[in-house]
């Protein structure tokens, strides 16, 4: 992939339009049980607690798994001992194990431990920052960028390190998502990174927090920048409040090359001047579908009514994704009648575009959407089942949450992952249990997806 393509994808990301991660086979299970320690005492009374929290204290953490391994089989471990378990292996780096305690821990105590809960969930995503699997690297990075919590910056500047381009720009997107863009030195480091995707990131992530020091810098790269980065970097420059790089992003939206078109069309919908809305609003008649599907979602971003007028005629695109992009689109402008241009939709050849036009539906309060998205999360193409369940995270309807749990349970990876995600978004004690059900998934890139989805629920 080109730098001006791999640019653009941040812009994709940006408007929600982008994929969902591409997962590999699933791999093995968490990992087993410990081996059979040698009791030191078998009984599960006092001394044993007391035995335990020694253990603990003194950073003895594997002691504390081997007592509570070695109990004898009638003999029940006390909730203490269990919350010790637990912690014990949330230090060792065993969050599959914790998890497993955890349970035993809610069976006696009979109700949620939150706390202890989201430490899990923590586990899970910082045991995974490390992970030979890129992708599985980059979904634990995302989850920990959901947090907005100031205390994971050094997990994050640590992300900065890592040799794969895709993990060092998310990680540099997770810096400015925590809130902690300002003073990370690390991310003042990475506009010196030798990817354009990285550079990027930081350029974003600075401006958006403001960062006046790096004026010069963007305007060197402003200057002396190719493709995608020279537009991100003017785009910077116009969150820092210059007029003229605003100016130079709406001529970049109409220079021959699609890919520049593109990035120009994303910042435009995400920077909202309204100066500029003419030239985005043009764009859904670009002869280049990428381009015009990157403008029905600007538009929906952008946020004025008056973009009805030209997603009307996206939604009658012949390209399937500038479809589904404008039904989506036209949902979050909450323009009057904007329901009835959607229901046709959904009776859409391409289950895609239905998708979109359920999203739509739902952004509006439409709850009768839910029927068709109870057809679309049956659809044999695991990838519509994944994006319906994308789509539902935008409500928190009853009858939504019941797709999302049976989507929980999809015999594919994709749609898991994503139920997984959107789970995240609600604030219905109901989501919970299913998440935690969901950090004991076959596929490892779910169980990540449900801890970032649990930690954000639960911070």
Known sequence: MSPTRQGCLYVAAGLGVGLLTCLPPAEAAPEGPLRTARSVDTSAGPTLERQAKAAYEGARYD????????????????????????????????????????????????????????????????SHLH?????????????????????????????????????????????????????????????????PPVRIAAMNALAEAGVEDI?????????????????????????????????????????????????AIGVLGRLKEPSTFGVLSQSVYDPDPAVRSFAAGALGEFGDPKGISFLIHALGDESVHVRRVAAASTGRLHAKGADT???????????????????????????????????????????????????????????????????????????????ARSLGRTNRPEVIPLLRESLMDSEPAVRIAAAGSLARRLS
């Not at 190719?226 to 210059?242: I, N, P, Q, R």
């Not at 959904?346 to 509006?364: F, I, K, S, W, Y």
């Open 215 to 263: 004026r010069p810098r963007l305007v060197r790269i402003a200057r002396s920048g190719e493709g995608a980065e020279h537009v991100f970097a003017l785009a910077a420059l116009a969150k820092l409040g210059s007029k003229t790089a605003l100016q130079e992003i709406m001529g970049a939206a109409t220079l021959p090359d699609p890919d520049l078109r593109m990035a």
């Open 63 to 126: 002691a504390v798994l081997q007592l509570l391994e070695g109990l004898a089989p009638d003999a029940a471990a006390s909730p203490t001992l269990l919350e010790l378990g637990v912690r014990s292996s949330i230090h060792l780096g065993k969050p599959s194990l914790a998890l497993r305690t955890y349970h035993r821990l809610v069976s006696q105590r009979g109700r949620e431990q939150n706390a202890l809960l989201r430490e899990i969930s923590l586990s899970f995503l910082t």
């Open 131 to 195: 992970d030979p699997e890129e992708y599985l690297r980059v979904i634990a990075l995302t989850g920990l960028a959901d947090l907005s919590d100031r205390a994971i910056r050094p997990l994050l500047e640590d992300g900065l390190l890592d040799p794969s381009v895709m993990v060092r720009a998310r990680a540099a997107e997770a810096i400015g998502r925590a809130a902690a863009a300002a003073d990370s030195d690390g991310l003042r480091r990475a506009l010196d990174d030798s990817a």
């Open 341 to 419: 241009l959607l229901w046709p939709l959904t009776r859409d050849p391409a289950p895609l575009v239905r998708v979109g036009a359920v999203e739509g539906l739902l952004r509006m309060g439409d709850q009768e959407a839910l029927l068709l998205a109870t057809d679309l999360s049956r659809h044999p193409d695991p990838a519509v089942r994944a994006a319906i369940a994308e789509a539902l995270r935008v409500t928190a309807d009853g009858q939504a949450l019941s797709l999302l749990e049976t989507l929980l349970h999809d015999p594919h990876p994709q749609p898991r992952l994503a139920a």
